[in-house]
T-cell receptor
Framework: DTEVTQTPKHLVMGMTNKKSLKCEQH?????MYWYKQKAKKPPELMFV???????INESVPSRFSPECPNSSLLNLHLHALQPEDSALYLC???????????????????FGPGTRLTVL | AQKITQTQPGMFVQEKEAVTLDCTYD???????LFWYKQPSSGEMIFLIY??????QNATEGRYSLNFQKARKSANLVISASQLGDSAMYFC???????????FGAGTRLTVKP
């Protein structure tokens, strides 16, 4: 079982709705990530939080608003989305910084099961 | 520019056979990490194996091993004794330097035939 959880699993929303995606981890990680994955494509990085501070924003439109209320929680607030925003949204967590060598470095990202978002 | 290249959109393998999934990368940073993830149809990305740029030996994890050829900038995943449950998308990813971000290749869809 994954130690990164995401809710809801599925979400259908209209273009005028406001909704939020939630991610929670209890692995003691201090870096958390949001990815967007379109069908048959690789995940694309959206945001990175390190020690609860936004460290990377990959020029994501403002209709996506991330929030990291504490070290275990990561939210993605959605407002006025477009149909092309329909995708699988993946959350991940890791220790921040560069991992050391070895079988499993500290900065290995562990993913949640994702939220499948459909915008009508 | 694409930094991670997976040239095989789809691969087929017979159950119990071995299969190699290709991954080449491009970086000028001497410190980097290479990761392989498996994504079943359920959507979750599952970490499989890691190779650091300074690691002298090829990584192994159970039935997974990495054929790391640093001079050629390739990090191919070898799955031995394929099982039906290995059917999934497989992504190669790279983390450069001290960045927390990780970039994925296009992925390879593996189908294991009974």
């Amino acid at each position: 079982d994954t130690e990164v959880t995401q809710t809801p699993k599925h979400l259908v929303m209209g273009m005028t709705n406001k909704k939020s995606l939630k991610c929670e981890q209890h692995m003691g990680h201090r870096a958390m990530y949001w990815y967007k994955q379109k069908a048959k494509k690789p995940p694309e990085l959206m945001f990175v939080y390190s020690y609860e501070k936004l460290s990377i924003n990959e020029s994501v439109p403002s209709r996506f608003s991330p929030e990291c209320p504490n070290s275990s929680l990561l939210n993605l607030h959605l407002h006025a989305l477009q149909p092309e925003d329909s995708a699988l949204y993946l959350c991940a967590s890791s220790h921040p910084g560069q991992g050391t060598s070895g079988r499993v470095p500290a900065d290995t990202q562990y993913f949640g099961p994702g939220t499948r978002l459909t915008v009508l | 520019a694409q930094k991670i290249t997976q040239t095989q959109p789809g691969m087929f393998v017979q159950e119990k056979e071995a299969v190699t999934l290709d991954c080449t990368y491009d970086t000028s940073d001497p410190s980097y990490g290479l990761f392989w993830y498996k994504q079943p149809s359920s959507g979750e990305m599952i970490f499989l194996i890691y190779q650091g740029s300074y690691d002298q030996q090829n990584a192994t994890e159970g039935r997974y091993s990495l054929n790391f050829q640093k001079a050629r900038k390739s990090a191919n995943l070898v799955i031995s004794a394929s099982q039906l449950g290995d059917s999934a998308m497989y992504f190669c990813a790279m983390r450069e330097g001290e960045n927390n971000d990780m970039r994925f290749g296009a992925g390879t869809r593996l189908t294991v035939k009974p």
